[in-house]
């Protein structure tokens, strides 16, 4: 059998060591009031793991050590051992035997042992609990407790079942995924709370970053344009400035040269001009020599002229027309627009004075001239002419030199003058560019760069010419101006709180996920607990009925969900139906709201319904109905029942006897019981006697 014994020493009134052997199905203790059975029991409940010393019938541990009497000691420790057959592989353990001790000595030191090795109480009940075995659950039912399912509340009466089903697992699961639930949606909320109270300054930091970040891409690109921009300019002026000096050379050698070629011009000119011959002066001499040689001539060839009217010589055709020719020739050797006026006008005059002579003066006074006189002013006159021939030519030889040399000296000036131009223009330029190198330096100062910094930069590579360059650069600027300066304080700012947020979303999507999942898990459970149980009241309620009518002889007897929850239900018109009618809410079934279990009776010719009509005899066997109803759908290895018969008549002793016996195969009894036909289905008795010396015996009285 599982249960094979109970050793006892030292506890309450079972003071000298004493085994109880259960061999068969049904083990009855038997025995006067007062000797000791219940003590029995009570070793058996202390044992699963009961830590309440009034569920022991004591007020205090001590209670449970054999306290002595007149006859015999007092004891200083209560012992006590249960044995199961484990063969079965009915407890999670290797061990084929599994022996539970428990002991409490008077200094209230409790200790519990697992096949010899001290285990603490927890692992204990747990070890019990993982069986389904427990010191208050339905194996145990001590005295006075046999209506214990009665007097529960609907409420107890539920976790009864519960427990009975193994749910309290799953109770106990689900509860704490509830817990969780509220925990995570607590922290959900605090999260989210956090996440709303740090995204409007979020938002605006990282406005004022990105503008920032902006910033440096404007920057970047200014930086860019200006290398390409200066290094352009750079070497432009660079390369500019270097074209100058070998030119000025180049311009002051030429000078140099056309200078020494223009002293040499010079110093031929000033010869020439030193030479100039006298034949001006000469020739000058020579006609007014012939203009006297003609006024006298004029003269004596007046005198013979009568009434006082001297006769021009011009008179004289012959004269006249030589001086006209000699006039004219000396018009044809003038140099000068004014000597060839003047020789002209000499002609008029020569012409004017004949035609004024020539009404006065008379052909033959002409005649009377000298005529030696006249050949020999005619000779005269010739070799005047002659003279004047040579110094004209010898004047006209200078004259062409002299205007010559005039000349290359002028044009060698010219040239000079023209290279002085070049120069100066030169010059103009190099200020120009010199001036350009100050004012780039000064844009270079205001960006706090230097002309050197460019000078050995590859130069401008940019695809915009100048003017769009300083237009961009120019736009660029006053864009950085308007944006500030970067404050380091609020990028530190921006990214811790960058990364709290980031935290914290992420806290949300796990919050999220687990308060998915457990909403997941809660469902699952949710549905596990309600199927098992509704499945199990359903089958529960058929037992009964069965077991009501063996009791009964007839009637009925139900245990149904309450109502008060199936009207709630009902009205929210969600959940699930069960067998009884009544619904159950999928979720978040706390337990005030959780539906209790009553039981609705109806005994055979009576009209009259409920509990608290009933007597003694038939509460103890509606009780007992409902116990082997309950246990029917779970049956327990084995079930203590301490007077659970007390109240039953004869007839119905013996009814439960039979009962006992039909579950006996499944479920090992140790009853207590003072009924003869319990005695009778039982396959080992004992006896419990207490002798003089106050201490309990067990007397072995039938053996199966
Ligand atoms: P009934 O048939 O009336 O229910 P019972 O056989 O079940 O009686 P118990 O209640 O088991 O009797 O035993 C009670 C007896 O055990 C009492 O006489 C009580 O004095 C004795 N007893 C209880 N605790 C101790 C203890 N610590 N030391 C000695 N005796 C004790």
Do not use: C
């Not at 006298?278 to 001539?297: C, G, H």
């Not at 004075?353 to 005619?378: C, H, R, T, Y």
Request: hydrophobic share 40%.
């Amino acid at each position: 059998m599982f249960l094979q014994k109970l050793e006892l020493q030292g506890f309450k009134s079972f003071a000298n060591k004493t085994v109880l052997d259960f061999p068969g199905g049904i083990a009855a203790v038997v025995g006067p009031n007062g000797s000791g059975k219940s003590n029995i029991t009570d070793a058996i409940r202390w044992l699963l793991g009961e830590r309440e010393a009034k569920n022991l019938r004591g007020g205090k541990n001590d209670d449970l050590i054999f306290a002595g009497t007149e006859k015999k000691a007092r004891m200083g420790m209560a012992q006590a051992s249960l044995y199961f057959d484990n063969s079965s592989g009915f407890f999670p353990t290797e061990f084929k035997e599994v022996v539970i001790s428990r002991r409490v000595d008077r200094d209230g030191d409790s200790k519990f042992f697992l096949n010899q090795s001290e285990m603490r109480m927890k692992d204990i009940v747990d070890f019990f609990a993982k069986a389904k075995l427990g010191a208050r659950g339905l194996n145990m039912i001590g005295q006075g407790e046999s209506d214990m399912i009665l007097k529960s509340t609907p409420l107890e009466r539920r976790e009864l079942i519960e427990e009975l089903l193994g749910l309290k697992e799953y109770l106990l699961k689900k509860n704490a995924a509830s817990r969780e639930l509220k925990n995570t949606s607590f922290n959900l909320e605090k999260a989210r709370a956090q996440v709303a109270e740090i995204e409007p300054h979020l938002r605006s930091l990282r406005r004022q970053v990105s503008r920032w970040t902006k910033r440096d891409i404007l920057a970047e690109e200014l930086r860019q344009i200006e290398n390409s921009y200066f290094s352009g300019r750079v070497r432009q002026i660079t390369e500019g400035l270097r074209a100058f000096d070998p030119e000025m050379e180049k311009l002051d050698a030429e000078i140099a040269k056309l200078k020494s070629e223009q002293k040499i011009l010079e110093a031929e000119f000033k010869k020439i001009e030193v030479s100039e011959p006298k034949a001006k002066k000469e020739l000058e001499a020579l006609r007014n020599k012939r203009r006297e040689l003609f006024n006298a001539k004029m003269a004596a060839s007046a005198a013979p002229v009568v009434a006082g009217k001297p006769a021009a010589p011009e008179t004289d055709p012959k004269l006249l027309f030589k001086e006209i020719k000699e006039l004219a020739e000396a018009a044809l050797a003038s140099e000068t627009e004014d000597d060839l006026k003047a020789v002209l006008k000499k002609i008029v005059n020569l012409i004017e004075d004949v035609e004024n002579a020539d009404e006065a003066s008379a052909p033959a006074a002409v005649q009377e001239i000298d005529n030696g006189k006249l050949v020999e002013f005619n000779r005269l006159m010739d070799s005047l002419d002659e003279e004047e021939k040579r110094y004209q030519s010898e004047l006209d030889g200078f004259n062409k030199v002299f205007r010559e040399s005039l000349r290359s000296v002028e044009s060698k000036k010219d040239e000079i003058e023209e290279l002085d131009d070049k120069k100066q223009q030169l010059i103009f330029k190099k200020d120009k560019v010199l001036f350009q190198k100050s004012e780039l330096e000064n844009q270079l100062r205001a960006i706090s760069r230097k002309f050197e910094d460019f000078a050995s930069a590859a130069g401008a590579d940019s695809s915009m010419d100048e003017r769009q360059a300083e237009q961009r650069m120019m736009r660029l600027r006053a864009e950085l101006a308007s944006m500030g300066d970067v404050d380091e304080a609020i990028i530190k700012e921006a990214e811790e709180t960058e990364k709290r947020h980031a935290f914290l979303a992420g806290q949300i999507a796990d919050l999220e996920k687990a308060s998915a999942d457990l909403k997941i898990l809660l469902k699952d459970l949710d549905f596990k607990i309600r199927h098992e149980f509704n499945t199990a009241l359903g089958k529960i309620n058929d037992e009964l009925q069965s077991f009501v009518k063996l009791m009964f002889g007839g009637g009925r007897a139900e245990l149904k969900l309450e109502n008060r929850q199936a009207l709630k239900l009902a009205a929210v018109g969600d959940g699930v139906a069960v067998g009884t009618g009544a619904v159950l809410p999928v979720e978040e079934e706390a337990d005030e709201t959780r539906p209790g279990i009553e039981i609705d009776v109806v005994l055979p010719k009576k009209k009259i319904k409920g509990l608290e009509v009933l007597s003694g005899g038939e509460r103890s066997l509606l009780s007992i109905a409902i116990l082997f109803a309950l246990i029917s759908i779970s049956p327990p290895p084995f079930l203590v029942l301490d007077e659970v018969d007390a109240a039953l008549d004869e007839r119905n002793a013996r009814r439960f006897g039979e009962l006992l016996k039909n579950y006996a195969r499944e479920t090992q009894f140790v009853i207590v019981t003072h009924n003869r036909a319990t005695m009778e289905a039982a396959d080992v008795l004992y006896g419990v006697t207490m002798g003089d010396d106050g201490a309990s015996r067990i007397v072995s009285l039938k053996l199966s």
